[in-house]
């Protein structure tokens, strides 16, 4: 990982001992925790906040001090999605701060720590912010107070948690933890630490110092109430709606806390055949209102995995019985671009659906192929109906049910079992699904709470939580894939990288300078050292560049004859998930094998090692005649002799005659072949051309993410996130050309997530056609085995 960058990780384990925080406290518009402080030290103070977003692009304050427009310090999200911290005295700006980071992400917990200390005698030294461990040095807007400047937070004021000095623009989302201390410029480290494997985890504070007009309000309940519990009683008064929710940032199954599902546009931004998008109110949790037209589809911000059995409950808060497409159900999680309209409004391709629009007399079931089936027994859905379901990804099957009652297919009004595993609709196996809704001229809350839950769950099923995935295969993307940027190289001079895991078993290297111009070069344990190809060039393989490159245990050796400058590497690591292979052509059809089988198959590559020529790949999502090449820009071609007009498998790859880049006779080849799970995920989505673009939903954050335009012709993409947790979003590269890393504010834009990437640009590289994609290093959103990442990868 990057030295000095740390992701966002919560873990069961700090300072020796167990620590859970008990929920957060949801507020919605309106809810508000305030107190007015003695005067104390407003020259040096650190707050803390632990919080989860769920509102879309309105302005958002999560802690405020002073009540007027001349005199006020606050701490708050903007409308552009920045954080800002500002402190006006006396009507004139004496701090304003505005991150050019942007925070999008509606299904992670960010840890928030800003410090004042005005007596500094370095100005940029006197606030400094930290999220998730790591400084954020990189502003907007940068106005940093004199010296001694005082500040209104920590005077004789009112202070507010969740509004702003007048009331208003209040914070809408989960508040799980919020710590002042008086008179202290205290360290992000004094509220979480690094553990061994790079992750950033939420500490217990309560042994803190907190000084006079210190305190600390933790959990759904003390938050929910403004009960401080540093020791100093000083609670806040609570007015409004804050309701005590289990949704944590860190994960304990036995009592229900963990980082739960919600619902934002901001992620899931689907339309269907009209216009609208389901904007997410209530914490995430309620959606519909003002959608009149289209067929928009909210869905749930966790995929539910294969091995899971998840219960939850949505209500049916209006239902429109002249007209309104309404249904819940689940899809395949690499389908949610793909909308189709099935049983009257539905969720989309791939999965199953109840129907609940008040236009049909009864409920009705819908599944992939299009088949509704009336549910015998059962009346017009109704406003204030509650319904159940219950998904089971062990047997493959989803259940409904209304109120007690479970429907039993499409057969009966009732007798279905989820615990028994009797009576559910079959769906596909070994897939991950994302839950939701269609709601037109209505609006549903779901609950994925347990303790809202009107009914009992059926037996084994749980929260669609953190705390109840399936532990990952992959719990630490290092283990199998590896990418460092910033390496600095001196021409001359061998540099030496240390890597967190030997590549005795074999790996693959993919190596790009990224502060000017250079060639791509690929080189392996295979082929040994000093032995590379290169893109764009199609050239054979070189073997004279290169004298003292090396590529052995933990240690990779750039060669002297590289150029000075900064470098980026992957490595990606032979075993389940990655394979090479060696072959000689001959111009007949053939089956090549991998040394070994992969879990699964997303990605082949393959390159002719002894003449010029094309540098095919075989896609998942791509025809078995289809490929496209790495070195340029073209739209997928078709060539039935490249491949045999047979699909890449999980145990070897078919080419064809005489194809120059597969099996022109006698050549040497090598290939790479990726499995489409662990930390790899390939797939395809269709463009939007709209900034709120489709969402690639791979479970975890990627470390880097690779797009191409099949449809037509574009360069190929590839958008790191080289500052893992910090969301830059405009580090681009170009695998068919020799560009430098490019900053593309807005065209060529892609959020890094939780459990995905968010297309956000309007280029038509990007965000209009038919695209494929390749997802590398993702660190599962339930983190690493044991333990929980609720945020951003490593």
């Known amino acids: 990982m990057i030295p000095g960058t740390f992701p966002f990780a919560t873990l069961k384990k700090t300072r020796g001992s167990g620590h859970v925080i008990e929920g957060s406290g949801l507020f919605s518009p309106n809810g508000v925790l305030t107190k007015t402080l003695s005067s104390s030290d407003t020259k040096k103070w650190t707050v803390e906040a632990i919080v989860k977003i769920a509102k879309d692009g309105s302005q958002s304050t999560i802690f405020n001090g002073g009540t007027t427009n001349t005199n006020y310090t606050f701490v708050r999200f903007e409308t552009g999605h920045n ?30 720590v800003v410090t004042y200390d005005s007596a500094n005698a370095t100005a940029s030294e006197r606030v400094k912010l930290f999220i998730n461990g790591t400084r954020v040095t990189d502003f907007s807007t ?56 790079g992750f950033w985890q939420i500490n217990d504070a309560s042994d803190l110092t907190f000084g006079t007009n210190g305190f600390l309000l933790e959990g759904g309940t003390d938050v929910a109430a403004g009960t401080d519990s540093s020791g100093n009683s000083n609670s806040f008064t609570k007015s409004g709606t804050i309701t005590a929710t289990s949704d944590s940032p860190t994960d304990d199954a036995d009592n229900g806390y963990g980082n739960l599902a919600t619902f934002s546009g901001m992620l899931h931004g689907i339309t269907g055949a009209g216009s609208g998008i389901l904007v997410a109110s209530n914490g995430g949790r309620t959606y519909g209102v003002g959608v009149t037209n289209g067929s928009p589809t909210a869905l749930a911000s966790i995929p539910i995995p294969p091995g899971s059995l998840i219960y ?122 994302l839950i939701g809704g269609t709601c037109i001229n209505g609006q549903h809350t779901w609950y994925f709470d347990e303790a809202d839950w009107e009914q009992t769950a059926p037996t084994g099923y749980t929260s669609l939580s953190t705390a109840n995935l399936p532990t990952p295969a992959v719990a630490n993307y290092e283990d199998e894939y590896y990418i460092e940027a910033g390496i600095s190289h001196t021409n001359g001079a061998t540099t030496a990288v240390t890597l967190p895991k030997s590549v005795s078993g074999g790996a693959m290297v993919r190596l790009k300078r990224t502060d000017s111009t250079s060639q791509w070069m690929y080189f392996d344990t295979t082929r040994g050292a000093n032995v590379f190809s290169e893109v764009p060039l199609a050239a054979a393989e070189d073997t004279s560049s290169w004298t003292d490159q090396t590529l052995t245990g933990t240690t990779l050796t750039l060669p002297s004859a ?183 504010h807005g065209t060529t834009r892609i959020d890094i997530l939780s459990n995905g990437a968010k297309v956000r640009g309007t280029n038509t590289n990007i965000n209009s056609g038919t695209y494929i994609y390749g997802a590398f290093g993702i660190q599962p959103i339930q983190g690493n085995g044991t333990d929980t990442s609720q945020g951003r990868a490593k």
């Open 83 to 112: 954080l800002r911290i500002r402190s006006v005295v006396g009507a004139a700006a004496r701090v304003d701060l505005i991150t050019t980071q942007v925070f999008r992400d509606f299904g992670a917990y960010l840890h928030i």
């Open 142 to 197: 940068e106005t940093y107070p004199s010296l001694n400047q005082v500040s209104i937070i920590n005077s004789a004021v009112e202070h507010r948690i969740g509004t702003n000095d007048d009331s208003s623009l209040d914070f809408d989302g989960y508040l799980s933890r919020i710590t002042f201390i008086d008179g202290q410029v205290l360290a992000p480290t004094d509220f979480g630490e690094v553990t061994t494997d």
């Open 312 to 433: 939850c409950e949505v209500d049916l808060d209006s239902v429109n019985t002249s007209y309104g497409a309404q249904s819940v159900g689940i899809m395949e999680a690499d389908f949610e671009d793909k909308y189709q309209d099935y049983g009257g409004g539905g969720i989309g391709k791939g999965g199953a659906e109840l129907s609940c629009s008040g236009y049909y007399t009864k409920y009705r079931t819908s599944v992939y192929d299009g088949t509704r089936t009336d549910i015998t027994g059962t009346s017009r859905p109704t406003s204030g109906d509650r319904v159940r379901i219950a998904v089971d990804t062990v047997n493959d099957e989803i259940f409904f049910g209304l109120e007690a009652a479970w429907f039993n297919g499409t057969t009966a009004a009732t007798g279905g079992d989820p615990a028994a595993s009797t009576g559910g609709l079959s769906i596909t196996t070994g897939k991950d699904w």
């Open 562 to 744: 590289l150029a000075t400058g900064t470098w980026l590497i992957e490595v990606f690591y032979v075993g389940s998930y990655f394979q090479m292979f060696t072959y000689t052509g001959t111009g007949a059809n053939k089956t090549e094998s991998y040394p070994a089988t992969l879990d699964s198959f997303g990605m082949v590559h393959i390159f002719n090692r002894d003449i010029s020529s094309n540098k095919p790949i075989q896609h998942s999502s791509l025809s078995a005649t289809q490929y496209l090449n790495i070195h340029t820009s073209q739209a997928a071609l078709t060539n039935v002799s490249a491949w045999n007009n047979t699909a890449a498998t999980t145990t070897g790859v078919t080419v064809g005659t005489g194809a120059t880049g597969t099996n022109q006779n006698g050549n040497a080849f090598i290939g790479y072949a990726w499995a489409n799970s662990g930390p790899y995920a390939f797939g395809s989505y269709t463009g939007n051309a709209n900034a709120n673009g489709p969402m690639i939903n791979v479970g975890g954050s990627p470390a880097s993410t690779m797009i191409k335009r099949s449809s037509a012709t574009e360069n190929w993409l590839l958008l790191n996130d080289l500052e893992p947790g910090y969301n830059l979003v405009d580090n681009v590269l170009y695998p068919n050309l020799t560009h430098a890393m490019a900053v593309d």
